[in-house]
């Protein structure tokens, strides 16, 4: 049986919140590789967890975590110039974690994995022509992820599969039939 990407979203995203059923778990202070540049440490957090929930990790590659996408988007965000991408991730993650807190009254960090493919869910179904704010920011959020990932090593190597250009020892033509 062939998993899809939404398959290993939801077991991705239930590994590592199973232990924590409660509604408000203390969760272990967790330390990244990366000093956030533009992101507080909370929000690198989020946009980490974000992040591996649009591409996990699965039997074929590594997911956006291991091809720090976060850190990526952090030091895109430290050095862009205009003011308006800083303004959108910034609302964009308070008002992920408001509405988390909202319906489950808990935070999107400390919610359960199913708590968190439920919003996710709940704020993707217009992806073509999203119409809140939330729908729109999960769209930038996917964008940004989808590039990030795929211009990174893992992307290109681990999950296309890309072997670079190769040594032709002849040409084997074309038949424009």
């Known amino acids: 049986m062939k998993r899809t990407r939404r398959d290993a979203l939801k077991m991705a995203a239930s590994a590592p919140l199973a232990a924590a059923q409660a509604k408000r778990v203390p969760l272990p202070k967790v330390v990244f590789a990366h000093a956030p540049k533009f992101f507080t440490p909370a929000e690198f957090a989020l946009v980490d967890e974000l992040t591996e929930m649009i591409i996990p990790t699965d039997a074929h590659s590594p997911g956006a975590r291991a091809a720090k996408v976060a850190a990526y988007i952090d030091t895109w965000l430290a050095d862009v110039w205009e003011p308006e991408p800083r303004q959108i991730w910034r609302d964009g993650l308070r008002l992920i974690d408001n509405?988390?807190?909202?319906?489950?009254?808990v935070s999107f960090i400390e919610a359960t994995p199913k708590t968190r493919i439920e919003l996710l869910e709940s704020i993707s179904?217009?992806?073509d022509e999203p119409k809140t704010m939330e729908g729109e920011f999960f769209v930038e959020l996917k964008k940004q992820t989808v590039h990030a990932y795929y211009t990174s090593d893992i992307g290109i190597h681990r999950d296309m599969e890309y072997k670079g250009n190769t040594y032709l020892d002849a040409f084997v033509g074309?038949?424009?039939k």
């Not at 509405?99 to 009254?105: A, E, I, Q, T």
């Open 99 to 105: 509405l988390c807190d909202s319906r489950y009254n």
């Open 125 to 127: 179904p217009d992806d």
């Open 174 to 176: 074309y038949d424009p």
